[in-house]
């Protein structure tokens, strides 16, 4: 069972930029792929970044590519999201999610993942 918090939410302006965690315990976190989803008010989680087992596989969804990227650090059982040039469409909570172990092909769907974080909401200002 692995458990997942994220940190570093909060409100920014837009062009501002915000960076995510996720700690993850309870399982092998060097294991398994690991992606960030979000889901606005009234609307369905989507999916954001992928990053793979080994860190040399990412995937990002268009609306964030050039703007967002993803990293691990292994050593610290730790996910991020740095989130540059921030728009107010990018207002929502925010979720980590542990996927299949050992996976490098990208997965965006939340069927996809067997673990998930309880969020932190990221709000931007116009």
């Known amino acids: 069972q692995v458990q997942l918090v994220e940190s570093g939410g909060g409100l920014v302006q837009a062009g501002g930029s915000l960076r995510l965690s996720c700690a993850a315990s309870?399982?092998?976190?060097?294991?398994?792929?690991m992606g960030w989803f979000r889901q606005a008010p009234g609307k369905e989680r989507e999916f954001v970044s992928f990053?793979?087992?080994?860190?040399?596989?990412?995937y990002y969804a268009d609306s964030v590519k050039g703007r967002f990227t993803i990293s691990r650090d292994n050593a610290k059982n730790t996910v991020y999201l740095q989130m540059n040039s921030l728009k107010p469409e990018d207002t929502a909570v925010y979720y980590c999610?542990?996927?299949?172990?050992?996976?490098?092909?990208?997965?965006?769907?939340?069927?996809?993942?067997?673990?998930w974080g309880q969020g932190t909401q990221v709000t931007v200002s116009s």
């Open positions: 999610a542990a996927g299949p172990r050992y996976r490098t092909v990208v997965v965006t769907t939340t069927e996809g993942y067997d673990y």
């Open positions: 309870g399982g092998t976190f060097s294991s398994y792929a």
């Open positions: 990053i793979s087992w080994g860190g040399g596989n990412r």
